[in-house]
């Protein structure tokens, strides 16, 4: 089934956070293993909820709950509200523990930071370029082309634990299994998987990071 989703933002200050610029809003769901990023400018509470609005519209299946860490721009009264309008569960990380959305904070590295890269981005042309590889390149070929394996259990093999994991597969091939999808925003997505292959996807997204305007120090591998 669809669970909830971690939540978390990556910025792109360099290494000084002065002034405004631009950060990732990261999304995974922890069942499918689904990811979603929005590229935003500034992170006040309104920016935030309108963000979030975009990630409940692009997901193909329903948004049940949310799980920020605690800072201040998911921990608010308005994106709160936003949450009890749509019928969303609004739960939290532990105070001091940041490693409490491990499956977001993995994406990213792999899908954030491996390919972006740690410099600063606060222009108009970076944030819609930003906005245009998330959406059209990253999201499919992360989604559609990109199996994963969920964590199913656990056993003690003498004095070492052996973590034993299910079938892998990709997010769309799991959201397809547990029956939740909404097929009308699916559409796009497989009409995508079934004309594209992945090193094509790939040599498109290739292309891209090269065209960014400016200089950045990620590839994302096959």
């Not at 390149?137 to 082309?145: G, K, Q, S, T």
């Not at 056993?155 to 959201?175: A, F, H, I, N, W």
Request: with cysteine; charged share 25%.
């Amino acid at each position: 089934d669809v669970c909830s989703s971690d939540l978390d933002l990556v910025s792109h200050s360099s290494q000084t956070a002065v002034g405004r610029f631009h950060y990732t809003l990261s999304v995974v769901d922890i069942c499918l293993g689904w990811t979603e990023r929005i590229s935003i400018f500034g992170k006040n509470q309104e920016v935030m909820v309108a963000a979030m609005e975009r990630v409940k519209e692009q997901l193909p299946f329903p948004l049940k709950g949310i799980h920020p860490d605690n800072g201040s721009e998911f921990i608010n009264g308005l994106l709160y509200d936003w949450t009890q309008d749509n019928g969303i569960v609004f739960a939290r990380g532990r105070p001091y523990h940041k490693n409490d959305n491990p499956h977001v904070e993995q994406k990213n590295w792999t899908l954030v930071r491996r390919l972006i890269g740690y410099d600063r981005l606060d222009t108009p042309e970076q944030l819609e370029w930003l906005d245009r590889f998330y959406t059209d390149l990253l999201r499919p070929f992360a989604n559609c082309f990109q199996p994963c394996m969920k964590l199913v259990g656990k056993e003690q093999v003498g004095d070492r634990t052996r973590r034993l994991y299910d079938v892998p597969k990709t997010p769309m091939r799991r959201l397809m299994d547990s029956g939740a999808a909404d097929l009308n925003k699916l559409r796009e997505l497989t009409a995508l998987y079934t004309e594209v292959s992945p090193l094509t996807l790939k040599r498109r997204i290739d292309r891209a990071l090269a065209s960014m305007p400016m200089t950045l120090g990620g590839r994302i591998s096959a």
